[in-house]
């Protein structure tokens, strides 16, 4: 559908977190105005996200042809929460023709706090860390790591989480971002029509999965009888 800066508006999904939420919004005169917010109980996105987005959409009277644009958050986080909210945000993409943009968890925290950097607790006393004060670095840091890069980093590091904080004291502690979060974070890229090829597009996972990095490789059956 075609675009204009009248009266678009944009839906937004975040299902990489404990808590997933779907955002609707309007676009009028390069301002958005967020109409509402839903949230979503960790593990549930597999049977919640599609009513959500139908629930939000119809208490707002707005069709999804009325979408100008979805943007959806694309890791790094739950490699199962990624996938659903990808795969859903791809559908809606592809079947209806909306321009997509994905952006990084990383990015909309450190925007939401206004600093340059921001970090996440990656689970297994790692985490991930992004610095967008320069070529925009996103990287995934064992403790000892991160505690150092914390340190250099002080209240321009933003955090939303207490494990992250008890390793970086000094950093800037703001609520977990949201897909209204999201939609703010995107709003140049939706200006510059500056959207993402849905069929190129894959999660920002930042490491393998667990399946990947427990499977067993299979033993060659090559030169056995």
Not at 8 to 22: E, R, S
Not at 53 to 78: K, Q
Not at 92 to 103: C, G, K, W, Y
Request: aromatic content about 4%; some cysteine; charged content about 20%.
């Amino acid at each position: 559908m075609g675009l204009t800066q009248v009266d678009m508006l944009l839906l937004a999904i975040d299902t990489c977190g404990p808590l997933g939420t779907v955002a609707l919004a309007r676009l009028a005169g390069g301002r958005i105005e967020i109409l509402g917010e839903t949230e979503l109980p960790g593990k549930t996105w597999s049977v919640r996200l599609v009513p959500a987005i139908h629930e939000l959409l119809g208490g707002h009277n707005s069709p999804l042809d009325r979408i100008g644009a979805v943007i959806m958050t694309s890791g790094p986080g739950s490699f199962t929460g990624i996938r659903i909210g990808l795969s859903t945000a791809k559908g809606l993409a592809e079947a209806r023709s909306i321009p997509l943009i994905a952006v990084s968890r990383l990015a909309v925290l450190a925007h939401k706090a206004q600093v340059r950097a921001a970090a996440l607790d990656a689970g297994r006393g790692e985490f991930y860390l992004g610095d967008f004060s320069g070529e925009k670095r996103e990287s995934l840091l064992t403790r000892g790591e991160f505690e150092e890069a914390a340190s250099a980093q002080g209240q321009n590091l933003a955090v939303c989480e207490a494990s992250a904080l008890g390793v970086a004291a000094a950093a800037t502690r703001v609520p977990a971002p949201t897909a209204a979060d999201a939609l703010l974070f995107a709003l140049p890229r939706i200006d510059a029509r500056d959207f993402d090829d849905p069929v190129a597009l894959d999660g920002h996972y930042l490491r393998r999965s667990d399946a990947e990095i427990f499977s067993k490789p299979k033993l060659s059956m090559v030169g056995r009888s």
